[in-house]
């Protein structure tokens, strides 16, 4: 069914059936990528996931957002709704329609059974929710069977949020901010101009300023399709309608074929500035915590943009906030991204990038697991890393999750952005204590982590055929460490105590935990997201209060 809800339309279906959320996938062409549940109450839900007391006050609150939970074992819940991770996103009812359903979904269906039902976003995967019943008819045709309409209009696309509680601070981490939370201000420091913020390219939010206070959208979703586009564009003249502001200067990214960048050139209202995209990340973590002295950032996601015109990702800054410049002060070590943007989405092409960059140019005593799918790809990778054709330099942090994942045959292809790095994460051995080495070494003008001999380290145990899941704990340990003792370098030389950090690598949970915890041992205080999302939802609140910056 396509049911109507409070800031768009949902596609709903029977949780506990594999054929029913098998076909879902199959119309909505949203093939791996997780999809959330509704139940009719808290009691179903602590039938089906094991809810922590925090994490139940969030899913009861007036903001009903979707909570990642873990599932209980004997939950009638099917394997199709998120393969790459034991949580499921779980909600509550938020409309008396949404209550009706599922009263009669199970009590008078099912009684005495809890009962689940998908509740997914109603689109087709990339594009923007449907928003009124004429609409909805024509674009969710082709997926929905039935449909539940009313007359109540909604003004505005709104998602659902998406949340964890933090294991160690039981506070709210954002996956995805939206209904419930926007557009609740985030309160600055100190009053300022009133700036926009044009976001990212995915999971793109805007932000205006105004005052002491930050006013982001919500999640408006990947800018690679015309609808989203326009969505884009009516989130902003939305914005600056409700809170009745003219921005006095816009900020973009510096990647000059981004949507957001475009439309920031288009607009004739006030200066436009660019700031580089990590930079971007750092001083949204600053304004969230309203830190006003100089600080150490690690930024650790997919990519972005450099200064230098390669692919950053894994990245520490040098960020003051009451100044416009920021510092390169060190990064992961740089390796060659054999097809580009494909090698985003293809793992085990960063895989043989990291393979050859160690010396490894052929298999040794044991075929790499791509060789049976791919092995025509993989012919014309020497040629493209020799020559260094379309294989752009990058220092991402994701690329690496990507290649060890490649490399212990987790994930050789994704369905969807940071699926190799969720999986990766899900398979490892908690007993394992071991920390692979991971050194941060002299680079010139800055300080280099290894993350190649990092890479050495899971190749050697690979071929010796140690389990993935210890591999995969031995990796993440000891990225966390090398990542904590260059903060420590750094941080010592630089005379600050604070370490920033933010980045989709954040929404990673082992990360999330150990590394606060390391920095924590070596005497330093992170700084972390509590308001926004540390993936690329926040960059546009970063932008905003540093264009406040250039404009003072």
């Given at each position: 069914?396509?049911?109507?809800?409070?800031?768009?339309?949902?596609?709903?279906?029977?949780?506990?059936?594999?054929?029913?959320?098998?076909?879902?996938?199959?119309?909505?062409?949203?093939?791996?990528?997780?999809?959330?549940?509704?139940?009719?109450?808290?009691?179903?839900?602590?039938?089906?996931?094991?809810?922590?007391?925090?994490?139940?006050?969030?899913?009861?609150?007036?903001?009903?957002?979707?909570?990642?939970?873990?599932a209980r074992d004997s939950a009638p819940l099917s394997r199709h709704l998120a393969p790459d991770t034991d949580r499921i996103g779980l909600m509550l009812p938020y409309t008396p329609l949404h209550h009706v359903l599922l009263f009669h979904y199970q009590n008078l269906l099912?009684?005495?059974?809890?009962?689940?039902?998908?509740?997914?976003?109603?689109?087709?995967?990339?594009?923007?929710?449907?928003?009124?019943?004429?609409?909805?008819?024509?674009?969710?045709?082709?997926?929905?069977?039935?449909?539940?309409?009313?007359?109540?209009?909604?003004?505005?696309?709104?998602?659902?949020?998406?949340?964890?509680?933090?294991?160690?601070?039981?506070?709210?981490?954002?996956?995805?901010?939206?209904?419930?939370?926007?557009?609740?201000?985030?309160?600055?420091?100190?009053?300022g101009p009133c700036v926009l913020g044009l976001g990212p390219e995915l999971k793109a939010t805007i932000c205006l300023t105004k005052d002491d206070q930050a006013f982001v959208s919500q999640h408006l979703g990947d800018l690679e399709n015309l609808e989203t586009f326009q969505?884009?564009?009516?989130?902003?003249?939305?914005?600056?309608?409700?809170?009745?502001?003219?921005?006095?200067?816009?900020?973009?990214?510096?990647?000059?074929?981004?949507?957001?960048?475009?439309?920031?050139?288009?607009?004739?209202?006030?200066?436009?500035?660019?700031?580089?995209?990590?930079?971007?990340?750092?001083?949204?973590?600053?304004?969230?915590?309203?830190?006003?002295?100089?600080?150490?950032?690690?930024?650790?996601?997919?990519?972005?943009?450099?200064?230098?015109?390669?692919?950053?990702?894994?990245?520490?800054?040098?960020?003051?906030?009451?100044?416009?410049?920021?510092q390169r002060l060190g990064h992961l070590a740089p390796v060659l991204q054999p097809g580009g943007e494909l090698a985003a989405r293809q793992p085990w092409r960063m895989a043989r990038s990291y393979l050859w960059s160690i010396g490894q140019k052929s298999p040794a005593s044991?075929?790499?697991?791509?060789?049976?799918?791919?092995?025509?790809?993989?012919?014309?990778?020497?040629?493209?890393?020799?020559?260094?054709?379309?294989?752009?330099?990058?220092?991402?942090?994701?690329?690496?999750?990507?290649?060890?994942?490649?490399?212990?045959?987790?994930?050789?292809?994704?369905?969807?952005?940071?699926?190799?790095?969720?999986?990766?994460?899900?398979?490892?051995?908690?007993?394992?204590?071991?920390?692979?080495?991971?050194?941060?070494?002299?680079?010139?003008?800055?300080?280099?982590?290894?993350?190649?001999?990092?890479?050495?380290?899971?190749?050697?145990?690979?071929?010796?055929?140690?389990?993935?899941?210890?591999?995969?704990?031995?990796?993440?340990?000891?990225?966390?460490?090398?990542?904590?003792?260059?903060?420590?370098?750094?941080?010592?030389?630089?005379?600050?105590?604070?370490?920033?950090?933010?980045?989709?690598?954040?929404?990673?949970?082992?990360?999330?935990?150990?590394?606060?915890?390391?920095?924590?041992?070596?005497?330093?205080?992170?700084?972390?997201?509590?308001?926004?999302?540390?993936?690329?939802?926040?960059?546009?609140?970063?932008?905003?209060?540093?264009?406040?910056?250039?404009?003072?």
């Open positions: 069914m396509a049911v109507k809800g409070l800031g768009g339309f949902h596609l709903i279906c029977a949780a506990d059936d594999d054929s029913a959320v098998a076909e879902l996938r199959r119309r909505k062409h949203r093939w791996e990528k997780p999809l959330a549940v509704m139940v009719s109450d808290l009691a179903a839900a602590l039938e089906l996931t094991r809810i922590t007391p925090a994490e139940q006050e969030l899913l009861i609150s007036v903001h009903r957002p979707i909570v990642l939970l873990r099912t009684p005495g059974r809890s009962r689940a039902v998908v509740a997914t976003s109603g689109n087709l995967s990339s594009e923007p929710i449907a928003l009124g019943n004429r609409e909805a008819l024509a674009r969710l045709g082709g997926i929905a069977d039935l449909f539940v309409l009313h007359n109540r209009d909604i003004l505005i696309r709104c998602d659902d949020s998406v949340a964890r509680i933090h294991p160690a601070t039981n506070k709210t981490e954002f996956f995805r901010r939206a209904r419930g939370f926007t557009p609740s201000p985030v309160f600055l420091a100190c009053p969505f884009y564009q009516e989130s902003i003249a939305h914005l600056r309608a409700i809170l009745q502001v003219r921005p006095e200067a816009a900020v973009c990214d510096l990647h000059p074929d981004y949507m957001s960048t475009a439309y920031g050139q288009e607009q004739s209202e006030g200066p436009l500035f660019q700031l580089q995209h990590h930079a971007a990340h750092i001083h949204a973590v600053l304004a969230e915590n309203r830190y006003e002295r100089p600080v150490l950032g690690l930024a650790l996601d997919g990519a972005g943009l450099g200064q230098d015109r390669t692919v950053w990702g894994g990245e520490a800054l040098f960020v003051r906030p009451d100044r416009p410049e920021f044991r075929p790499w697991p791509w060789l049976a799918e791919h092995a025509q790809a993989d012919a014309q990778i020497p040629v493209m890393l020799e020559r260094r054709i379309n294989s752009p330099l990058t220092t991402s942090c994701g690329r690496l999750f990507d290649a060890v994942a490649g490399l212990l045959d987790v994930k050789l292809v994704m369905a969807y952005e940071g699926q190799a790095a969720i999986a990766l994460e899900r398979i490892q051995d908690l007993g394992e204590d071991r920390a692979y080495a991971c050194p941060p070494q002299s680079g010139g003008e800055t300080l280099v982590l290894d993350t190649l001999e990092l890479f050495r380290q899971v190749h050697e145990d690979w071929l010796r055929g140690e389990s993935p899941a210890r591999i995969s704990r031995r990796f993440h340990l000891g990225l966390v460490a090398g990542l904590a003792e260059m903060a420590a370098a750094l941080a010592a030389k630089n005379r600050v105590g604070h370490v920033a950090l933010s980045g989709g690598v954040m929404h990673n949970q082992t990360v999330s935990l150990e590394l606060p915890r390391a920095l924590t041992q070596r005497g330093l205080v992170p700084l972390m997201h509590t308001l926004l999302p540390p993936g690329d939802a926040c960059i546009s609140l970063g932008q905003a209060v540093w264009g406040r910056l250039m404009l003072e």
